[in-house]
């Protein structure tokens, strides 16, 4: 041991430093003890593909490790390190254990061998892969930093991987090939996840898709087996999608599917059933028919274990009271309970529900950015229109956060994803789950480093982190989404072909040109809305006439006016690109994309002022009385105004947060089931939920923009609004507007004082009016606090007025 740190710092501190010395491995071997071993051959294979496909070298196989024949990697067992010579022991000295997954690597110079130890398989594979991550590689070149190639390193998290689903709803998913599969879940891994979830053809989903190359039922055959090929754990999503499973027939028809699905899999070592979302069951049932699934299962895949959630839509205390009563009966077949979207209870006190023994699973939303488990918190009403639900969604710095601020109460996570919309979160999130200490820049470092090069590092990295920053707070002030597309432009180019080809890289530069476009648009029509209320503002007593039709020449113009079209036509030109590259739907047309998902470059066209719901207003009001018309504009006008006195709030509005009371930051809270939220989308009569926010609601008609966005809590949380300043002696009317993404049932007290309204069942109109009692304000302040009934997924307010009453 002595020996081997003499040579170290004598070859590292004398001609070579040690900090920022790059060796070269060009033409480095690779020796491993048993090179035809299952495993071993295959990573092997693995990282001879790899290297190649950068450098164009071909790293060949040593059988002799001895030999002076130039640089060697060795890959090697704890239990093989007994068969190097003593002379090696010595070197290497005392190699600590590894846990489990763990590996360590040493950098033995004096035999220019470049060591990477394993207890079992999957250490071997996460050595190759920081080698893979952290080298330096052009063509004919590959050089690996000194300050890398010592040390160990194994993961916090058991659990570490992304839902894969071959289902047409997803976003590219279903176009992919095997071997884009498989070239995917290589990538996943190289950055340390350890599993793959995958979907069984028949879920809430059509059965196929355009873009499918082959049958569900033989894709999912193909990812188990390229995930089995590379020692991950193989996880299925199996909602339960009969319509009776209590009747016999019913029963046999969805057990004889269970046959054909888990017989089509080589390898499956979980199944993950969800409460709900779809098919719910009461849990009498749910666990009965588990029991019988497992039968099936275990035929197939005897050691396999199913893990339940408690994702219910409308849940009631006795649903959970009867499903954690079964979780904590300890069934054999049980692996564990699994937290995502819609489950009602927050992490901390599922831990707390469930006994100490049975693992909990994280499911988290890294996809969707409105109607999700984790929205973008500050965003813009012009960018949740256009970006919509599952846009190309880069949130490096929210996805640690969201990962850090519950790490401690599960076994790791297996994410909920759509599509390749969400790729850079899918490296953030594994590689937290191995350390949540990792910066986020040397993930993000490591993605542009591996998949783009080293002379990409800095600027896709920092390229990434800029794109988040377009999403933060109001957009037509972010003075960084101009920044943000010089800086990709000024990539792209730079960039060769192969580049240019590079999905990843297309993603990226289609958000920089779809951002700035946005902008540009939101000024312009922000600006000519201006101007029309300006004119009709300005129209005489008897030229109302004609400031009327003015305006909707205005207002008319704004909505088509062609701004920026080189910025629209990068965009459709780039979404063609992935579209040819890997099958991304990002349009309807020509891209067959599903509505409300992938598909936000169709909202390139989206109109992001109130044009359509003004134009509305004044086509009617030039149908009335001429000496109606003036007061009719009037009226439209001051809107929002509650009068001398009076207060306004819109709560899509950053100045009106102010009165939201929130008792967590978002940062302990970022799944808002404690706290507040902003939420999307205006609501139709007789439609349970909306994906998309445009500017229609209710009855098909036009709604302005104050309706599509609210202030939200999810559940039974409590939504509290708070007033101050008001006038005791003056009589207040509450005028308020209650729309939102979903329909629910609401209630409104005074805090500590009285019943405003009893249960409402939103979604039927917009606005309500209640006289408020002067004794629930006589210091001065009142404190609005809405709930909902058992069951309801929240309470959503839109816009507030307190219109104080003339005194006389």
């Not at 994803?417 to 910066?439: C, L, M, R």
Request: glycine share 8%; with cysteine; charged share 25%.
């Amino acid at each position: 041991m002595k020996k081997y740190i003499i040579v170290f710092f004598i070859l590292f501190w004398g001609d070579y430093p040690l900090l920022g010395q790059d060796l070269d491995f060009s033409q480095a071997s690779i020796w491993s003890p048993d090179p035809s071993g299952k495993r071993v051959k295959h990573y092997i294979n693995l990282l001879q593909e790899e290297v190649e496909k950068r450098t164009q070298l071909k790293w060949p196989i040593t059988n002799d490790i001895t030999e002076d024949q130039g640089t060697t990697i060795a890959l090697l067992y704890q239990k093989d390190l007994s068969e190097l010579g003593a002379d090696y022991q010595d070197d290497l000295g005392n190699i600590p254990d590894q846990a489990m997954e763990g590996y360590f690597i040493s950098w033995m110079p004096e035999r220019k061998t470049l060591f990477v130890v394993a207890k079992e398989d999957r250490g071997l594979l996460y050595g190759i892969g920081r080698i893979l991550r952290k080298m330096h590689w052009e063509k004919g070149k590959v050089l690996l930093p000194a300050s890398t190639l010592q040390g160990s390193s194994s993961p916090k998290y058991s659990i570490r991987g992304h839902q894969l689903g071959y289902r047409p709803k997803t976003n590219s998913y279903d176009a992919f090939t095997v071997e884009r599969f498989e070239q995917y879940i290589r990538e996943l891994a190289l950055f340390g996840a350890n599993s793959i979830e995958i979907v069984p053809p028949r879920t809430d989903d059509d059965f196929t898709s355009r873009h499918m190359v082959l049958p569900a039922i033989e894709m999912i055959g193909e990812q188990s087996r390229i995930a089995d090929e590379l020692d991950l754990d193989v996880w299925m999503w199996y909602p339960n999608m009969g319509e009776d499973y209590t009747h016999p027939d019913s029963i046999a028809a969805e057990l004889e599917e269970r046959h054909e699905v888990f017989k089509a899999v080589p390898r499956l070592d979980h199944l993950f059933v969800p409460g709900g979302d779809p098919g719910e069951l009461e849990p009498d049932e749910l666990f009965h028919w588990l029991e019988q699934t497992v039968e099936v299962l275990h035929q197939y895949h005897p050691a396999a274990k199913v893990w339940v959630s408690p994702q219910v839509f409308r849940p009631t205390q006795e649903w959970y009271d009867q499903f954690f009563y079964h979780i904590n009966q300890g069934y054999s077949w049980l692996g564990g309970v699994v937290f995502g979207p819609w489950v009602k209870i927050p992490l901390p006190e599922l831990r707390e529900l469930v006994n100490a023994e049975i693992p909990i699973r994280r499911y988290p939303d890294i996809t969707h950015s409105l109607s999700s488990q984790y929205p973008i918190p500050e965003w813009d009403l012009a960018l949740a229109m256009t970006l919509g639900r599952e846009c190309i969604n880069p949130r490096p710095e929210d996805q640690k956060g969201i990962h850090n601020a519950l790490d401690g109460y599960a076994d790791g996570s297996l994410s909920y994803s759509e599509g390749t919309n969400d790729d850079v979160n899918k490296f953030i999130w594994t590689d937290q789950d191995w350390d949540p200490n990792t910066p986020v820049i040397e993930t993000l470092r490591d993605y542009a480093r591996f998949f783009f090069g080293p002379d990409w590092v800095e600027g896709v990295a920092q390229g990434f982190l800029a794109q988040e920053e377009n999403l933060r707070g109001p957009l037509i002030t972010n003075t960084q989404v101009p920044l943000t597309l010089l800086q990709w432009k000024e990539m792209e180019a730079k960039a060769d072909e192969k580049l240019m080809g590079n999905f990843r890289f297309q993603m990226g530069l289609i958000r920089a040109y779809f951002d700035a476009f946005v902008q540009r648009k939101l000024i312009h029509q922000t600006e000519m809305e201006a101007k029309a209320k300006e004119v009709l503002n300005e129209a005489a007593e008897d030229k109302i006439n004609e400031g009327i039709a003015l305006a909707m020449q205005i207002l008319e113009e704004s909505t088509r006016a062609d701004l920026a079209e080189g910025l629209k036509a990068r965009c459709l030109e780039l979404a063609e690109d992935l579209y040819q590259s890997i099958g991304a739907q990002l349009t309807i047309d020509p891209h067959g994309a599903a509505p409300g998902r992938g598909n936000f470059i169709d909202n390139l066209e989206a109109i992001l002022n109130d044009a359509p719901w003004l134009l509305d207003k004044l086509e009617a009001i030039s149908h009335n009385e001429p000496e109606d018309r003036r007061e009719k504009v009037k009226e439209l006008l001051n809107r929002d105004n509650p009068g001398a006195g009076g207060f306004y709030d819109d709560f899509g509005q950053p100045k009106s947060w102010k009165r939201v009371i929130s008792d967590k930051e978002w940062a302990e809270d970022p799944g808002s089931l404690y706290s507040p939220r902003i939420s999307f989308g205006v609501g139709l009569i007789g439609v349970e939920w909306v994906h998309e926010v445009r500017a229609v609601g209710f009855e098909g008609t036009a709604a302005p923009r104050s309706w599509m966005m609210q202030v939200n809590t999810l559940y039974d949380t409590p939504l509290r609004i708070r007033y101050d300043q008001l006038d005791p002696e003056l009589s207040y009317t509450l005028k308020v507007a209650y729309t939102g993404r979903f329909r629910s049932k609401m209630k409104l007290e005074i805090e500590k004082g009285p019943l405003v309204h009893d249960f409402i069942q939103t979604g039927h109109q917009p606005i309500y009016e209640f006289k408020l009692p002067k004794e629930a304000y006589d210091n001065g302040e009142i404190i609005f606090s809405w709930t909902c009934g058992e069951g309801e997924r929240g309470a959503q307010v839109a816009e507030i007025w307190l219109i104080p009453e003339e005194k006389p």
